[in-house]
């Protein structure tokens, strides 16, 4: 996994670098009025968190900085419906492993020099210029242990995708800029999967919902990494259960499955509890993390490629007029590199595209 260049906390006056732990075990204590400075070198979509011991910290605020001032970043939320009770609901509390994801931000993160204005007005522990956001703790308790980036584009770069068309590097000046090769990234990045019915990147999902099935169920978005919470409808609320192949249910990543070991008393077919709560539409509540890891994964550099392709043929073909690529004593026309380029995608994202069979315990799709 790719880890932050900077990770800085700012207490009672004071840095501490946790730079060189962040990934391998920080033991970090939140408590009241910290602040978490997390320096990277592209735009973030969120922060995986990994705890040692949970609590319930909801009272936090996300900001980015935009190059002039620190703007608040609007965390993921959920729409929760439990019988006539219609609310939504902050995404991630620190009440266990999990992602603060925000997706796509409101404001513009900005290229930013440390120093000592900034981001506090006291020497930093390195003067590195990145793209800063940080997390301002209101009520503390939980103890983080690691901590790792969620990237905005994560299938490849913009400069990757400049060496690939055989043009300098894109920035703000250049036409395209850069934010615009972000987002087309991004967009292809959301097509792959789409069309590929598997990701990845690292994503978290929150109150999907699930028929129950004896025989296991098959989370939506694969592939799943793990389950954080999982709750059965008990008539009046979703109780959440325990976790682990000796309590209530547990994850085969391998599989993809969620299974359930409830004692065979509540799954039955007469049971009162089974046909009357179990057995309703939607009586499985869970939030989970999927994708693969893209650092590692055995196919990332096929999806690398794919995406390039891609993007590439979009900006060629919608940007003809700025002359991103020009066409010389070339082979092929540039409408047919076009052509060839998305083609090649097509045919190398189909092998790549998962089937899932329909049937007993197994899913659909």
Same mark, same amino acid.
């Given at each position: 996994m790719k880890t932050f260049p900077n990770v800085w906390l700012y207490r009672a006056g004071a840095y501490t670098d946790l730079s060189a732990t962040a990934f391998t075990g920080a033991a970090l204590t939140l408590t009241?009025?910290? $602040?978490l400075y997390f320096g990277?070198?592209? %735009?973030?979509?969120?922060i995986?968190?990994?705890?040692t011991t949970v609590g319930s910290v909801s009272d936090y605020v996300v900001e980015v900085y935009d190059g002039d001032t620190w703007r608040p970043i609007l965390a993921q939320s959920i729409f929760e419906n439990q019988m006539t009770t219609f609310e939504w609901a902050r995404g991630w509390e620190f009440q266990s492993d999990g992602m603060l994801y925000w997706g796509k931000s409101q404001h513009r993160p900005e290229l930013t020099k440390a120093s000592t204005a900034f981001p506090e007005a006291i020497t930093p522990p390195a003067t590195d210029t990145r793209f800063w956001y940080r997390?301002?703790? @209101?009520?503390?308790?939980?103890v983080v242990d690691k901590i790792f980036p969620v990237m905005y584009n994560v299938y490849t770069t913009p400069s990757e995708v400049a060496e690939f068309l055989g043009v300098p590097d894109f920035d703000d000046t250049t036409s395209p800029?850069?934010?615009?090769?972000? $987002?087309?990234?991004?967009d292809q990045e959301d097509f792959i999967d789409s069309y590929s019915r598997k990701s990845w990147r690292m994503r978290y999902q929150m109150a999907e919902t699930n028929n129950f099935n004896p025989y296991g169920l098959r989370p939506r978005h694969q592939p799943p990494l793990f389950v954080t919470r999982?709750?059965? %409808?008990?008539?009046?609320?979703?109780e959440v259960l325990d976790y682990g192949r000796g309590q209530n249910y547990y994850l085969d990543v391998h599989?993809?499955?969620i +299974?359930?070991?409830?004692?065979? %008393?509540?799954? #039955?077919? +007469?049971? %009162?509890?089974?046909? #009357? +709560?179990?057995?309703?539409?939607?009586?499985? @509540? +869970?939030?989970y993390l999927c994708g693969a890891d893209f650092e590692t994964d055995d196919q990332a550099e096929e999806v690398a490629g794919i995406a390039k392709r891609l993007v590439g043929a979009d900006l060629v073909r919608n940007n003809d007029e700025t002359g991103i690529f020009r066409g010389g004593l070339d082979v092929m026309s540039k409408s047919e590199k076009v052509q060839s380029w998305k083609e090649e995608a097509m045919d190398r994202l189909e092998a790549l595209r998962s089937v899932y069979l329909t049937g007993l315990g197994s899913g659909a799709w």
């Open positions: 009241a009025s910290d $602040k990277v070198d592209d %735009w973030l979509s969120g995986l968190f990994f705890m997390i301002r703790i @209101v009520t503390g308790g939980p800029s850069i934010d615009l090769i972000r $987002k087309n990234i991004r999982l709750g059965l %409808w008990n008539g009046s609320g979703f599989a993809g499955m +299974y359930l070991t409830l004692p065979s %008393w509540r799954l #039955r077919f +007469y049971s %009162w509890l089974l046909s #009357r +709560y179990i057995r309703q539409p939607g009586s499985l @509540v +869970y939030d």
